[in-house]
C-alpha cells in the first residue's frame, strides 16, 4: 500500500484534496510535526477550502510538502484515493502507526492532554484581548502567529 504526499509543482492550476483542520494548539502541530518528521517540509501554502454552502475561500494554511528533490522515490502511477483507504486501511494505520507515534511522542514532550491544557489557559487570554481589538488587528495578530509557527522549531 503507497501513501500520499503532496509536493510543489510549480504550475498554479495543480491542486491537492486534503483534509483543512482549523484552531490548531501548539501541541497538536508539535504533534503533527512529530509524525510527519523530516520526510517532509511544513510551509505556509495558499488553499481554497469550501465554507459549507457551495462557494469557496482562498486562506493561508499549512502543508506538509514532500521535497521536491526526493521526487523520484513517489510511486507517482499508483492512484491513491482517501475513501479506499478509510475502508480497507484505516483499522490498521491507526493501531501500526498513529497509536505509536503518540506514545513515542508522550515519551519525549509529555502527555498530550496536559500540554493541551497548560496552552488553553494561555490561548483563554489570547481570546479575551482578542476580542478587544478590531477585524483588521486580529487578521494581522492571526498572520503574525502563523508566521511565527512555520518558524523551526517554533512551538506556539
Known amino acids: 500500500m503507497g501513501y500520499p504526499a503532496a509536493t510543489a509543482t510549480g504550475h498554479p492550476t495543480d491542486v491537492v484534496e486534503g483534509v483543512l483542520l482549523e484552531r490548531l494548539r501548539g501541541p497538536e502541530l508539535q504533534l503533527l510535526d512529530y509524525y510527519e518528521s523530516d520526510e517532509y517540509n511544513r510551509e505556509v501554502v495558499k488553499v481554497r477550502a469550501s465554507n459549507g454552502f457551495g462557494a469557496a475561500e482562498e486562506m493561508t494554511?499549512?502543508?506538509y510538502l514532500w521535497p521536491t528533490k526526493h521526487v523520484s522515490a513517489l510511486e507517482l502511477r499508483m492512484p491513491w484515493h482517501y475513501t479506499d483507504f478509510r475502508a480497507k486501511h484505516m483499522r490498521a494505520f491507526i493501531e501500526q502507526v498513529i497509536k505509536p507515534c503518540r506514545v513515542a511522542f508522550e515519551k519525549e514532550q509529555g502527555k498530550l492532554e496536559v500540554l493541551m491544557t497548560a496552552r488553553e489557559s494561555a490561548r483563554s487570554h489570547r481570546a479575551a484581548s482578542a476580542a478587544k481589538m478590531t477585524y483588521k488587528q486580529q487578521l494581522e495578530a492571526a498572520t503574525k502567529q502563523l508566521e511565527?509557527?512555520?518558524?523551526?522549531?517554533?512551538s506556539t
Open 61 to 63: 494554511a499549512f502543508a
Open 148 to 154: 511565527s509557527m512555520a518558524a523551526p522549531g517554533s
